[in-house]
C-alpha cells in the first residue's frame, strides 16, 4: 500500500491488486470480451461482495453502487444471489442464494458482529 490516508487509496495503490488481471478474447479493433469463468465472476461475488452486502443489510446501510454491481455480476454468470424487491430494496435471497457465505443464513446477528 502506497498511500494508506483513506480506505479509497490503500485499495488504490495495493500492489496486491494490481497482479490480478481478468483475462479476455479480443473481439475486434479495441473491443474485448472477458473471460467470465474465472475467479473474479465466479468466486468473488459469492463469497466476497455478496457476503458485505448482506452484512451491510443486517446493520442497515444503504449500498447502491455494491447492489448495481452484484445485479449486473450475477447477470453475467447466469446465477441470481440478490434480488430486488418491489420497493426497491435489494435482498440477499436470489435462487442461487445457497451458493454463497451469507451471515444471516448462518445466523450470525448483528450484535454478533460487534463483540
Not at 14 to 43: D, Q, W
Not at 57 to 71: A, C, G, H, Q, R
Request: charged share 25%; hydrophobic share 40%; aromatic share 8%.
Amino acid at each position: 500500500v502506497l498511500d494508506p490516508s483513506t480506505t479509497a487509496t490503500c485499495i488504490s495503490t495495493n500492489s496486491a491488486f494490481g497482479k490480478h488481471k481478468i483475462p479476455y478474447t479480443v473481439a475486434g479493433p479495441g473491443l474485448v470480451v472477458p473471460t467470465l469463468a474465472h475467479k473474479f465472476f465466479e468466486t468473488d461475488l459469492p463469497f466476497g461482495i455478496v457476503t458485505f452486502k448482506d452484512i451491510a443489510n443486517m446493520v442497515e446501510v444503504d449500498t447502491p453502487f455494491m447492489d448495481e454491481l452484484i445485479i449486473w455480476n450475477q447477470k453475467l454468470i447466469g446465477k441470481e444471489y440478490v434480488k430486488r424487491g418491489e420497493d426497491g430494496k435489494v435482498e440477499v435471497e436470489g435462487r442461487d442464494v445457497g451458493e454463497c457465505v451469507v451471515p444471516t443464513r448462518m445466523g450470525i446477528l448483528v450484535e454478533d458482529l460487534i463483540k
